[in-house]
């Protein structure tokens, strides 16, 4: 069991389970709590807190549905490993809580880095079933491209595809967590797009991918990027740094 567990004292307003799940959170993904570790039960719980059972057990049934929690019969309530879900969860919500501090730009700039890094590395990692699900995505933009919702979809998942072929979950998760909060603006701009650019430069990232040219997949995934409408504004300055 975590030692020496300590939490703060519910606020007089808002739903208390919210204010314990939201605190048990925290603890989680401070690491303050580390996977494995157990609980208090929640008789203690309610003592610490001053709050009856059922918000309690509301609290801990929360964060059991974001998979941060794991409650067996016996062993009570155990952190469990951050799951990939958990990790796109977690950081699309401390993102939107963060009132207008995390601004476009700040999103730009770092989606750009992890597209680019996840191109290089697709190129040295990818599996031949990595790269032909990347052509396969590229084969279902041309058939879309008169659809801005599906043509919007195939654009995520390519993007997704290359960044699984990285092998590296994290890479996934913060692409995935990113590309929630940036969709909407992805759509509203797709009018502006010449399409069949896009779909010719999401062509040429996955030609390099295939050809293992990682430097050849960041300098496409640069041609990709800074052809789109939404990443106008960019830092050249950032972006020739990260492709040099």
Known sequence: MAEGLKLETLAPRGRLADQVAQQLEDLILDGRLQPGDRLPTQAELCQQLNVSRTVVREAMQMLVSKGLLEIQRGTGATVRPLSHEAIVSSL?????????????????????????????LAAKYAT?????????????????????????????????????????VLLVALLDSLRDLLQDYFLSTLPHVDLEGEIRHHRAVADRIAARDSDGARRAMWELITSAPWERGLDEELLHDLTT
Do not use: C, W
Not at 92 to 120: C, P, T, Y
Not at 143 to 162: C, E, G, I, K, L
């Open 128 to 168: 031949d079933a990595e790269i032909a699900e990347i052509q396969r995505v590229v084969a279902e933009m041309y058939r879309t491209a008169r659809d801005p919702s599906a043509f919007t979809q195939r654009d995520a998942d390519f993007h997704r595809a290359v960044a699984v072929a990285t092998h590296n």
């Open 92 to 120: 699309s919500r401390f993102l939107a809580r963060r009132d207008g501090k995390v601004v476009f730009r700040d999103l730009q700039q770092v989606r750009a880095i992890l597209e680019l890094a996840n191109a290089s």
